[in-house]
C-alpha cells in the first residue's frame, strides 16, 4: 500500500522569506501523481500545486515550488516570499489513476505558522 | 465556474440517529469522491463514484454508503450514528480525461455525534 509522511508537524516562518516542507512516499509504482493541498481554518481544501512522476521538470505556481527526487521518493514543498496568508496546514498527497488505487493518499499535514 | 459546493455545512446528531450529506460537483465533473477528516486518524478515503456507479470503497464498515445520480450530484449516508462518526467530510470531484488526476474540495460538512 501507498504511504504519505510528513515528518515535521509544525514549522514557522518570518513573512517574506522562503520555508521548505518535506515530504516522502513509499510506492511501487512509476506512474503517479503527488499534490500540495493547503487548508486554512476555513477548512476548505485548497490545491497548490501538482507534479506529475513521469516529468522531470519540477512545478512551479507562482511563489510555490517543489523538488520532486523520484528515486529518493521525495517531494518537497517552497515557499518564497512567504506571506500571512500562507499559514494553513499543508498536506501532500499521492494518486495513482488505475483501478482500486485511484483515492487520494494524504500524509498527516505540516502546520505552517507565519510571523511578522 | 462554480466549486463544488456541500451541504449542510454543520450537523449535529445523536448517536443511532441516520444522516445523509450532499456534494454537488464542478460543472462537468463526473467522478465524486468522499474523504473523513478527524484529528485522530487524519484524512481518509470513503469511497469514489463515476457515471452513478461506485468505483472504489475506502476501509469503513458498511453504516456508510453513498450514491450519485445521473447529474453527477452525490450523497453519502451514515446510519446508526456513533461518537465516532464525528469529523469533517469533505467532497471532491475531477474531470474525466485531461486534468483527471486532480481533485477539487468542496468545503466540508462538519458531523458532530452527541
Known amino acids: 500500500a501507498q504511504t504519505v509522511t510528513q515528518s515535521q508537524p509544525e514549522m514557522s516562518v518570518q513573512e517574506a522569506e522562503t520555508v521548505t516542507l518535506s515530504c516522502t512516499y513509499d510506492?511501487?509504482?512509476?506512474?503517479?501523481?503527488l499534490f500540495w493541498y493547503k487548508q486554512p481554518p476555513s477548512r476548505q481544501m485548497i490545491l497548490v500545486i501538482r507534479q506529475e512522476a513521469y516529468k522531470q521538470q519540477n512545478a512551479t505556481e507562482n511563489r510555490f515550488s517543489v523538488n520532486f527526487q523520484k528515486a529518493a521518493k521525495s517531494f518537497s514543498l517552497k515557499i518564497s516570499d512567504s506571506q500571512l496568508g500562507d499559514a494553513a496546514m499543508y498536506f501532500c498527497?499521492?494518486?495513482?489513476?488505475?483501478?482500486?488505487?485511484?483515492?487520494?493518499?494524504f500524509g498527516t499535514g505540516t502546520r505552517l505558522q507565519v510571523t511578522l | 465556474k462554480a466549486g463544488v459546493t456541500q451541504t449542510p455545512r454543520y450537523l449535529i446528531k445523536t448517536r443511532g440517529q441516520q444522516v445523509t450529506l450532499s456534494c454537488s460537483p464542478i460543472s462537468g465533473h463526473r467522478s465524486v469522491s468522499w474523504y473523513q477528516q478527524t484529528p485522530g486518524q487524519g484524512l481518509q478515503f470513503l469511497f469514489e463514484?463515476?457515471?452513478?456507479?461506485?468505483?472504489n470503497k475506502g476501509n469503513f464498515p458498511g453504516r456508510f454508503s453513498g450514491r450519485q445520480f445521473s447529474n453527477s450530484r452525490s450523497e453519502m449516508n451514515v446510519s446508526t450514528l456513533e461518537l465516532g462518526d464525528s469529523a469533517l467530510y469533505l467532497c471532491a470531484s475531477s474531470l474525466e480525461g485531461q486534468d483527471q488526476e486532480t481533485q477539487y474540495f468542496g468545503p466540508g460538512t462538519r458531523l458532530l455525534v452527541l
Open positions: 498527497a499521492y494518486r495513482l489513476l488505475t483501478g482500486t488505487a485511484s483515492k487520494l493518499t
Open positions: 463514484y463515476f457515471s452513478e456507479t461506485q468505483r
Open positions: 510506492t511501487s509504482e512509476s506512474d503517479y501523481y
